[in-house]
């Protein structure tokens, strides 16, 4: 039944001792269901696209990023103003970093809208959110890098939010840190987590998240099934979807251009322990909600320090938002929940609303 | 407590007390082995204790080095303190430590208080927190005027 087009001498020799034949028709067999949601499929292959311009770029830097106190600044200096398009990578590395959270953040809440994270892709889910957690890991340990005013009060501000956590928060500080302070010794550890070991975890991760989309196939929307037999369009993945996805990832690929060389990363003022912090110090904007958050919340909330009982709140929410597979047991079961709609619309307004503010104020 | 252990290893040869023994002697040594595995694993991820030089007082500066009305951000040990001029020209110093989330403070002369960029924690000339989310006033330093030598020391 398979169409047996002549195939080149190089691929019957690699098929001979691979069985291509084989991935292809499993490739083949693979479709992507068509309907008014199907626009939400193309954000997690985005997400993976930007995350390899990353690693691409990432390798780039490596090349003349000292990763120390003294010489991290200046590094940076040296790569956007000495190194032949040093500028452009470091600002596409800024830039790309930014719109891959962007991405997966879209990815994360059209899953949870139309509920693909329901049996049997509750794995899926997880390791998805695995992802976006190393992802802000990835974002946060970055931003220190350069060095610079900005960062280094966001990294103090961030790892003693980690420290307030009861119980584990002093270790783990004192962990990320490399000590009670930041110092240089946060910088080295920051740039192994951010080099070495988020990367490989990344990677074995994303691994296993893209075996589950490839071996459970694309989820369809609840009640796609019902549809007659000619209503229920279906798309082949290969080639049609994937050539839509590498047309797309050629559109994100200019625009991130346009954007790196239009708006180039800015490298701020290097970083001074004992100076105050600059007016106007924020977060990357991913982190702006919870900010703007632990801005506005009293000192003492029933006698627990306001910031504790934030981070606490935060903490909680996450692990539901993480969890809510398995206690979202209707839309498991086929049916339509839609007490859970209205908590993910809260749940972006909240963010999107924070965020804001968080400019504004 | 063991009666059927006999019936399917049929090795009544060996008494329960020597299995026993035998079971928990290879146990304890898996677990020493795991313990002396791990043990320097996570000693090592914890950062030393650097000497951290355990400063009592640091001399600032001279008198006329500070105006009226300002502050100043110096090093203190390892962490940041605050030195401030108030606009009757007394001498009050604090730690720049903000109480809320670790950043450093500065004195704001057009509003008259110790702010905190980071999340507009205020503290008054008093190191008090009066507005915004920190739990808990500065830490005071004691100023002492030696000549014309001003010496920010830790309250003992």
Redesign the interface.
């Known amino acids: 039944m398979d169409q047996r087009v002549p195939r080149s001498r190089w691929f019957t020799w690699l098929d001979q001792r691979l069985q291509l034949e084989d991935l292809l028709h499993f490739l083949r067999k693979k479709s992507v269901p068509r309907h008014r949601h199907s626009v939400w499929y193309y954000f997690g292959g985005v997400t993976l696209f930007l995350f390899l311009i990353q690693v691409v770029t990432g390798i780039l830097l490596l090349l003349y990023y000292k990763g120390s106190e003294d010489l991290a600044f200046e590094s940076i200096r040296f790569i956007m103003s000495k190194v032949e398009f040093g500028w452009l990578i470091r600002s596409i590395h800024s830039w790309s970093a930014n719109l891959m959270i962007l991405a997966a953040l879209i990815h994360m809440f059209s899953v949870f809208f139309t509920r693909a994270y329901r049996f049997p892709r509750e794995l899926t889910w997880l390791t998805g959110m695995l992802l976006f957690f190393l992802a802000l890991g990835f974002g946060f340990s970055g931003y220190l890098l350069p060095w610079n005013e900005l960062a280094f ?1 966001a990294t ?2 961030g ?3 980690i420290g ?1 956590v009861p119980g584990i928060g002093k ?1 783990i500080l ?2 990320l ?3 009670s ?1 930041v110092t240089g ?1 946060t910088l080295s550890r920051f740039f192994g987590f951010h080099a070495a070991v988020l990367p490989g975890v990344f990677t074995v991760i994303l691994v296993a998240h893209l075996i589950l989309v490839q071996r459970q196939g694309m989820s369809e929307p609840l009640g796609f099934q019902l549809q007659t037999e000619n209503e229920a369009k279906t798309m082949p993945f290969f080639p049609n979807f994937l050539l839509r996805d590498l047309l797309l990832w050629l559109i994100v690929l200019n625009v991130l251009a346009i954007l790196a060389v239009f708006f180039p990363w800015e490298l701020g003022k290097k970083a001074d ?9 924020q977060p990357e904007w991913y982190f702006l909600f919870m ?1 703007q958050t ?2 506005l ?4 909330i029933l006698a627990i ?3 504790v009982v934030g981070i606490v709140a935060f903490g909680l929410a996450g692990i539901l938002w993480t969890l809510v597979p398995f206690w979202d047991r209707k839309s498991s079961r086929g049916e339509q929940n839609r007490l859970l709609s209205y908590v993910g619309i809260l749940v972006l307004m909240y963010i999107v609303v924070f965020t804001v503010l968080g400019y504004l104020m | 407590m063991r009666d059927n252990e006999t019936t399917y290893t049929g090795s009544s040869a060996s008494p329960p007390g020597r299995r026993d023994f035998l079971k928990y002697l290879l146990g304890g040594s898996l677990l020493g082995w795991l313990a002396s595995l791990l043990y320097p694993l996570f000693a090592y ?3 030393p204790k ?1 000497g951290e030089v355990e400063v009592s007082a640091v001399n600032v500066g001279k008198i006329e080095d500070f105006p009226k009305d300002s502050g100043v ?3 203190f040990g ?3 303190a605050l030195l401030v001029r108030t606009a009757d020209g007394e001498f009050r110093a604090f730690s ?1 430590v ?1 109480t ?7 004195y704001r002369k057009d509003m008259g208080f110790i702010w ?5 924690g205020k503290y008054d000339l008093n190191g008090r ?1 009066v507005s ?4 808990r006033p500065l830490e005071v330093y004691k100023v002492v005027l030696q000549g014309d030598e001003v010496i920010v020391s830790k309250n003992v």
């Open positions: 009060f103090k501000v790892t003693e939010i307030a270790p004192e962990f840190r490399g000590g302070n010794a322990p004992f100076a105050s912090a600059p007016a106007g110090i900010f632990l801005k919340l009293p000192a003492k320090d306001g910031e | 991820l914890k950062p650097t951000v110096f090093r390892e962490r940041p720049a903000c809320h989330l670790d950043c450093t403070v500065q905190c960029a980071c999340h507009n927190n915004g989310p920190p739990p």
